[in-house]
């Protein structure tokens, strides 16, 4: 059955509000991130199924994770390219935890659909301005979800110690480059794969109701990305406010690391999530194409 049929697209909305409401849930009950990060995969593949088919998710899938592992692997023996950390706890994969590759593929789908509103989605021929740039912007936006979650998980939860410190609440600047760089990695990957071998724009009679469409998936995927942030926010308000000492001796206080997370999420996270929709809002109020003068002038002479 075609993931374009009622039936699909249904589900799907369940899925994403199911994913809306995990989301909330989760940043009161912690205990409960994880599970849903599960739910968010599941989103993921059906969602990112649609716009470019199974063997397009696909390759985002398996270059979201090698590349991830491989970098994240690559820094805690050598330091390059987030900096000298470890991960504490068991599950891992070599070094690192089996939940980190699900969760960059979680948020950095979500980060992937805001940058596709923002500057355009990669399609098979898209021009080089799209292929590039849509990744960079993607890179960057889910990084945001990492300022405002490093200090809280490491500095304050021990979910990773930092060896040599940071200033940003014990977490290093290379940490943030990292993320970025990696994350701008496997994206490139994917976008790449889907210029030369995805999905062909749509276009023809159907153009309209494919843009109906394509609006509704951006929605879901931009709703969710500012959804992923409100956690931050809501520990703000209820997380106890004490002081942590990082692996370098310094002492933080907890206050201090939580206000900032949250400033980080409401003017970074949801902004960005705030501009895509209402570049959404802008798609939908413009007029669908309508005839060309060309057509135009053969109807009236006829």
Do not use: C
Not at 178 to 205: D, E, I, K
Not at 275 to 301: K, M, N
């Amino acid at each position: 059955m075609s993931l374009n049929t009622r039936p699909w697209r249904t589900t799907l909305w369940v899925i994403t509000v199911v994913v809306a409401l995990g989301l909330v849930v989760s940043s009161f009950a912690h205990q409960l991130t994880i599970p849903f990060i599960l739910v968010q995969i599941v989103f993921l593949l059906l969602h990112g199924a649609r716009r470019y088919g199974w063997s397009g998710i696909a390759a985002f899938v398996v270059a979201g994770l090698l590349i991830s592992n491989i970098l994240e692997n690559l820094s805690i023996a050598t330091g390059f390219p987030f900096g000298n950390y470890y991960y504490t706890g068991d599950g891992k994969i070599f070094e690192v935890p089996w939940f980190i590759g699900p969760a960059y593929l979680a948020t950095g789908y979500l980060a992937w659909v805001v940058a596709t509103v923002l500057l355009g989605d990669v399609r098979r021929g898209s021009s080089w301005l799209t292929t590039i740039g849509t990744p960079v912007i993607a890179a960057f936006t889910m990084t945001l979800w990492d300022l405002s979650m490093d200090p809280t998980l490491a500095t304050i939860g021990h979910n990773w110690i930092w060896e040599d410190g940071g200033g940003y609440f014990g977490v290093p600047l290379g940490n943030f480059l990292g993320w970025t760089f990696t994350v701008y990695l496997f994206m490139q990957v994917f976008a790449l794969y889907v210029r030369s071998r995805g999905p062909q724009p749509a276009a023809g009679p159907d153009l309209a109701g494919s843009r109906t469409r394509d609006l509704a998936s951006d929605l879901q995927g931009v709703v969710l990305y500012g959804l992923t942030g409100v956690g931050f926010v809501v520990a703000y308000f209820i997380e106890e406010h004490t002081t942590v000492t990082d692996a370098t001796g310094a002492v933080w206080n907890t206050a201090d690391i939580y206000e900032t997370s949250a400033l980080v999420t409401v003017y970074g996270m949801f902004f960005f999530a705030l501009v895509a929709l209402l570049r959404i809002a802008q798609q939908h109020l413009t007029p669908a194409p309508s005839a060309t003068s060309d057509e135009r002038t053969t109807v009236s002479a006829s």
